[in-house]
């Protein structure tokens, strides 16, 4: 003898709108975990999903946006983007200041414009660098170049150390004979 089923066929909802503790079931679709009975045993309450929200709310910095430096910290970056390359340049024989001014520039360039023009100034410094640099060594079948080379390396610290100087007493500056190919 069969009895009544108080569950339809996949036995996921009651047919009696309400269990035996007048609650309501989940709604169709998920509003429970599965396999829900309905009996009487509350199903999941966890928090709503917090996925993603739309545009992100003002004032509150998300992890990718990076905030504006304070005045005297851009000096001090300026600053640092002139010193990193003048230290790597005599250490590297004048091959790793371009790194050194690419760091900074790749670092800081969003965080104020004179952070960013500093870094782009000794950017620039470093692309003549290594443009006379190359050339110099292409000089050395001529034995030229090895008087060009270190000539351009203390050239490019030089420049360096005035760009430095002027950062940090909060001056903006275009180094000379360095054409703007970073902007």
């Not at 309501?24 to 009975?37: I, K, L, R, T, V």
């Not at 946006?65 to 010193?83: I, K, T």
């Not at 006379?132 to 490019?156: K, N, Q, R």
């Amino acid at each position: 003898m069969t009895q009544p089923h108080d569950h339809d066929q996949h036995g996921s909802q009651p047919q009696d709108p309400r269990d035996p503790h007048g609650q309501a079931p989940p709604p169709p679709g998920g509003g429970g975990p599965q396999g829900y009975q309905g009996t009487g045993q509350q199903g999941y309450q966890g928090a709503p999903h917090q996925g993603y929200q739309g545009v992100p709310q003002q004032g509150v910095p998300q992890p990718w946006q990076q905030q504006v430096l304070s005045p005297q910290d851009q000096r001090n970056y300026g600053m640092l983007a002139h010193l990193a390359p003048a230290i790597a340049i005599p250490l590297s024989a004048g091959t790793l200041g371009f790194v050194a001014s690419l760091v900074v520039y790749l670092m800081y360039k969003d965080r104020g414009d004179f952070v960013r023009a500093h870094a782009v100034n000794s950017l620039n410094v470093q692309i003549v660098t290594a443009i006379g640099l190359i050339l110099s060594t292409l000089l050395m079948v001529i034995l030229i170049g090895f008087i060009t080379y270190p000539l351009i390396c203390v050239v490019a610290v030089v420049i360096h150390v005035i760009g430095a100087s002027k950062a940090r007493n909060g001056e903006l500056w275009s180094p000379p004979l360095t054409p703007a190919f970073v902007r």
